[in-house]
């Protein structure tokens, strides 16, 4: 899968663009605050309907806009194509729809058009707390696997309707368990598929943690439920005088996290930023192949300001991997340094594009 072509309207500080893409790699450049990592929000936002970061979508518009739109135009290895158009209007909400048809539901859209992003928020997935872990795993197999979406959702809304009634002091059993059943069928599918996904790409994420750090050092990473030892049945019987004191849920799937071990000690106490950065970026790398190979389709590969941070040695392995383009499909990859591109390019034989970037305008440099 390849995204051929992207039209963006009052997108962050882009006002106005129409962009052919190379299949291959597309490499922008231009200093900070003038619009790389919004292009690639944009594409990020037509594969999922919503931006990388987690701001509130309104803060997508342009300053002084009141409508923001973006199209794009894909294509498979048939070279069938599809448009999506997402657009949002303040006050009024988003749209999202394919080949000129909205969606029922944004959920169906989830999986079309896989995507994974490397970005220098990414050592959140370390260093902040395991909402920050749950989101991402969440995301990621739920584009390969819609019934999960059903089932977190269906979970999700269940626990909303909980938290509730302990927050209003209702102590009426039956209420409870008619609530409490949806709960623990879908807690328990949860369960199983997550820990699934993370023994699935175990492996492969430290084979990508080695070739790119270049050292022994062994990376880890480990799913941690409150489901491996006990049922959700009787976790919510036996923590519901605490939760009606605290007025939510105290113990469920929904506060699950992920162990994240370098040389078996925790890199989020003892981890450099260099290490970190490696780190997060072979999760996100496993995370493309395990997509790759659920989902049958190639992701595309977003990689914002990858290079940052990183010593010498591994920026080379990093590019190493990228100009090895055949497996990775479409890449993006947003730069201040024009030799680290020039060197991405020379290595690559296959499709690239390089772009400029200045103050949300794009123009090719060839």
């Not at 990020?44 to 300053?63: K, Q, Y």
């Not at 609530?179 to 069928?185: F, S």
């Not at 270049?214 to 019987?237: H, W």
Request: net charge neutral.
């Amino acid at each position: 899968m390849r995204l051929e072509g992207i039209e963006i309207l009052n997108f962050k500080n882009i006002a106005s663009c129409s962009l052919e893409l190379s299949p291959g790699v597309n490499c922008l450049l231009g200093r900070n605050g003038m619009g790389k990592s919004n292009l690639l929000e944009a594409v990020h936002f037509l594969c999922m309907a919503r931006g990388m970061s987690h701001i509130p979508e309104s803060c997508l518009l342009r300053h002084g806009t009141d409508l923001l739109m973006v199209k794009g135009r894909f294509a498979d290895d048939r070279n069938v194509t599809e448009e999506i158009s997402c657009g949002i209007v303040r006050g009024k909400g988003k749209t999202l729809k394919h080949d000129g048809k909205e969606y029922d539901r944004i959920s169906e859209h989830i999986g079309r058009f896989p995507v994974v992003t490397v970005t220098p928020a990414d050592h959140i997935l370390v260093s902040g707390g395991g909402e920050e872990r749950r989101k991402l795993t969440d995301m990621v197999i739920s584009q390969s696997d819609g019934a999960y979406l059903s089932e977190l959702i269906r979970y999700t809304r269940a626990l909303d309707s909980r938290n509730r009634m302990l927050r209003a002091g209702v102590r009426d059993d039956i209420l409870y368990e008619s609530v409490e059943h949806g709960m623990i069928e879908s807690a328990h599918k949860i369960y199983e598929r997550r820990k699934e996904w993370v023994e699935s790409m175990r492996d492969t994420f430290k084979k990508y943690y080695s070739e790119i750090s270049g050292t022994d050092e062994e990376a880890g990473i480990a799913y941690k439920s409150v489901l491996a030892d006990d049922d959700m049945k009787e976790i919510l019987k036996r923590n519901k005088g605490k939760d009606f004191s605290l007025g939510y849920t105290s113990r469920g799937v929904h506060r699950d996290d992920m162990e994240m071990t370098l040389g078996g000690y925790s890199i989020r106490r003892l981890g450099s930023q260099g290490q970190v950065k490696t780190y997060t970026i072979a999760l996100r790398l496993a995370i493309f192949d395990y997509l790759r190979q659920t989902t049958g389709k190639t992701p595309l590969l977003l990689l914002d300001d990858i290079f940052d941070k990183l010593d010498s040695g591994r920026v080379g392995n990093i590019m190493q991997m990228v100009s090895a383009n055949e497996g990775f499909g479409q890449i993006f990859i947003t730069d201040t340094n024009r030799e680290h591109l020039d060197e991405t390019l020379a290595a690559i034989s296959g499709s690239r594009k390089l772009l400029s970037v200045t103050d949300g305008s794009f123009s090719e440099i060839r």
